[in-house]
């Protein structure tokens, strides 16, 4: 296999591409709520450079690095997907009142996080996922 699939590049901007670079309103489109999910035997860090990427995005995103499989990640793949689901619903219910709009949820996932995050998302098709 000569190709291997890309899943983030840096490069920076072109002088021309700085003044037409489009900035998200965040006030009128809601919270975008970023959920890192680790791998096999993770830590709730493994993924945390990317946080700094996606401030740069976007200020006021929201972030939520799972910690429920921290302990075991050899349990069952369901059971590992609805202590993500438990933990998000719990971190919504906490940090985006009523008042407030949540208007996205994004998973960024590794390897056996990306398992756990399908078998969660049936459990969460209440949010904006």
């Given at each position: 296999?000569?190709?291997?699939?890309?899943?983030?590049?840096?490069?920076?901007?072109?002088?021309?591409?700085?003044?037409?670079?489009?900035?998200?309103?965040?006030?009128?489109?809601?919270?975008?709520?970023?959920?890192?999910?680790?791998?096999?035997?993770?830590?709730?860090?493994?993924?945390?450079?990317?946080?700094?990427?996606?401030?740069?995005?976007n200020a006021s995103s929201c972030f939520l690095f799972s910690k429920s499989n921290e302990s075991n990640t050899t349990k069952d793949i369901g059971e590992l997907g609805q202590k993500l689901a438990e933990e998000v619903k719990a971190f919504i219910a906490r940090r985006f009142p009523k008042q407030e709009k949540l208007s996205k949820i994004t998973f960024l996932s590794h390897s056996l996080g990306g398992l756990i995050t399908r078998a969660a998302l049936p459990l969460l098709s209440d949010y904006p996922c």
């Open positions: 296999m000569d190709k291997i699939p890309l899943i983030f590049e840096e490069a920076p901007l072109q002088k021309e591409q700085v003044s037409t670079a489009k900035h998200i309103d965040s006030k009128s489109l809601g919270r975008h709520l970023y959920i890192f999910v680790h791998g096999f035997q993770g830590c709730s860090l493994d993924m945390d450079i990317f946080k700094t990427y996606l401030l740069l995005y």
